[in-house]
Structures are given as C-alpha cells and as structure tokens.
C-alpha cells in the first residue's frame, strides 16, 4: 500500500498500531480523497471486517466515514 500511495504521488503510509482487537493505518496526504482512491483496492481487499476508514481534510473540520 505504502509503495502505491508513493508511486501515485497523493501522500504517504505513515505507520500502523496493532493491538486491542484493532488495526489502526495512518496515511497523509493533500487531498484525502485522493489518498483513499489509490488506497481503497487494497483496503477491501483485507478479510479484518467489520473495517472503516475516516477521511479528515487538513483543517480536520470535515470528516467522514467510509465502511469497507
């Protein structure tokens, strides 16, 4: 994921907390929508469900929550 995020160039895969039942992935980019574009195949295409992401822009104002 992090290579594809890289290679598009819409931000980067910044690390990941593991623990409680949980998977937690941090990505950062410019535009979140474009991140999760590049990453959405490969988020769905992990078996850990029940699975969300949250989008937030940079102002952190706009949120929103997308169930994989």
Same mark, same amino acid.
């Given at each position: 994921? +992090?290579? =594809?995020?890289?290679?598009?160039?819409?931000?980067?895969?910044?690390?990941?907390? !593991?623990?409680?039942?949980?998977? @937690? #992935?941090?990505?950062?980019?410019?535009? +979140?929508? =474009?991140?999760?574009?590049?990453?959405?195949?490969?988020?769905?295409?992990?078996? !850990?469900?029940?699975?969300?992401? @949250? #989008?937030?822009?940079?102002?952190?104002? +706009?949120?929103?929550?997308?169930?994989?």
């Amino acid at each position: 994921m +992090a290579a =594809a995020v890289e290679a598009a160039g819409v931000g980067e895969v910044d690390g990941n907390e !593991f623990g409680g039942g949980e998977a @937690v #992935l941090y990505a950062y980019g410019a535009d +979140a929508e =474009a991140l999760f574009k590049v990453m959405e195949p490969i988020l769905r295409s992990v078996l !850990f469900r029940p699975a969300y992401v @949250v #989008l937030r822009q940079e102002s952190r104002e +706009a949120e929103s929550r997308v169930d994989l």
